[in-house]
């Protein structure tokens, strides 16, 4: 089982941190191949921009769209856009884990969707190869998310409203639609002041769900 | 009227400069103070990090959240953010347009958000300043958005599912979060491929909403 962990938290001593070295830790102990994405510490580039494109299709106008199913046709991309699909082409599965800044990705993590997750690679409307034929088909993806937020505040009537549906454009508009199976979302609800033995827990129970999910 | 025009497309060329410039056009015309946030021209940086914070409260472990509130209180953001931070006090409305990447902000967009809606300076969970009582309140707020997507994908029903519910993470979890009154979303779809003629009518259809909401 080939694992690509892309991760989004700028501090080693985070909580965050921790839940993934013990993923990556359980995941090493089954055999698997694990492959970390570390974006911050990466510095990975989040902006869509001209210096995408190795070989641009149109140097009067600046397309994105366009532009990016040219280089993915062509394999003409940046190399560190083509590093990470060659990640993503090999890896059986794929985790995104992040902090919730106002119940999305933090900007680094979201540019490495604009950037990585491009058409021609992982979906392609010109031939229709979105959802049940996404690019990205054949492989799992899950999410793996803390809150600053209580679980009240995102649940169904709660100030927020359900934290299922308003990840939707997540799991279902964009790594479905790149014809990822998606695997039920990991939350820790609350993480902005946890006490050790809750850290703790926390871990066991992240990786009691991992357990659970590669048997 | 003061407002704040938060813009996030490469292409001074493109159907979304051209829809702004219009925007912008006729808020002049008007008599209103339109100030420009062009990200992509200012090359924004939208990765929150420890260089955000001039005289950090901590220096043996980064936590963000710790790290926006101090620096609102004492008003020790970097230059970027600061400057970016006056411009939304100054506003009595504030517009973001962007494309839609994957249901959602490009990157560079989303950062802005990420560092300029910082805790203790949009809201405060500490002091439960969120939604009724968000520090923003008193101003309005609307995104003006285009997707690649046609409509039916974006509807009740549709492949996406209605594009209302799918922005509510933004709408709603973001800005009125805040405290900002929110416009309804303006929303050009299916703007890949236009004809001179639909790009026309598109800059004629935005002018003329936002004459109405500004009589």
């Not at 279902?172 to 006490?195: D, N, R």
Request: hydrophobic share 40%.
């Amino acid at each position: 089982m080939n694992i690509l962990y892309v991760f989004a938290h700028q501090e080693p001593k985070s909580f965050n941190s921790t839940l993934k070295e013990a993923a990556i830790t359980s995941f090493e102990k089954k055999g698997y191949t694990v492959r970390l994405s570390d974006l911050y510490a990466m510095e990975f580039k989040p902006v869509l921009d001209r210096a995408d494109f190795l070989q641009p299709k149109k140097t009067d106008i600046f397309n994105p769209f366009l532009e990016q199913m040219n280089a993915s046709k062509k394999g003409t991309f940046a190399l560190d856009i083509m590093n990470e699909m060659e990640k993503v082409k090999w890896a059986d599965m794929i985790i995104f884990q992040f902090p919730i800044y106002f119940t999305g990705m933090p900007a680094i993590m979201k540019g490495w969707l604009d950037r990585i997750f491009a058409p021609g690679f992982a979906f392609n409307p010109v031939n229709q190869n979105a959802y049940e034929t996404g690019l990205l088909k054949g492989k799992k993806a899950m999410i793996v998310i803390s809150t600053g937020a209580e679980e009240s505040w995102y649940s169904k009537g709660g100030q927020h409203g359900d934290i299922h549906e308003l990840l939707r454009y997540i799991t279902h508009c964009t790594l479905e639609y790149a014809g990822l199976e998606v695997l039920p979302s990991h939350i820790v609800f609350g993480a902005g002041k946890m006490s050790e033995e809750r850290v703790g827990e926390e871990v066991r129970s992240y990786v009691e769900k991992l357990n659970s999910i590669f048997t």
